[in-house]
């Protein structure tokens, strides 16, 4: 994995963590890996196997296309967005907070 790319993985996974209020070592409990190989991922200075692609992919819920390469296609969310088109814009920081909130229980249900 040539470095620049590492680097961009890795700040792919910081962010994604940080957007779901993780800090690094409930990430790396959640995905089963170690803080420090965690730590050395996302500053790009380590690579990991498919395995651990996988785990990251779960718990972070982000494909693994967009891990390695910042591009995915698509999924087809329209009906998510016909259900928040009619939604006061005053409503969006509750939405974004239940949201986050979902997520990481589902992320932790599927860890159990």
Do not use: H, W
Not at 10 to 36: F, M, P, T, V
Not at 58 to 76: M, P, W
Not at 85 to 105: C, H, I, M
Request: aromatic share 8%; proline share 2%.
């Amino acid at each position: 994995m040539p470095e620049t790319n590492a680097r961009e993985i890795g700040a792919r996974i910081r962010k994604q963590r940080e957007a779901l209020g993780y800090n690094r070592e409930n990430l790396a409990e959640l995905a089963d890996i170690s803080n420090s190989f965690l730590a050395d991922i996302e500053r790009g200075e380590r690579g990991f196997s498919v395995a651990y692609l996988g785990r990251l992919s779960r718990v972070l819920c982000l494909s693994a296309d967009y891990i390695l390469f910042g591009k995915e296609q698509a999924a087809d969310i329209s009906f998510v967005t016909d259900m928040l088109s009619g939604l006061d814009e005053k409503y969006f920081p509750q939405l974004e907070e239940l949201l986050r909130a979902y997520l990481k229980t589902i992320t932790v249900a599927e860890k159990d």
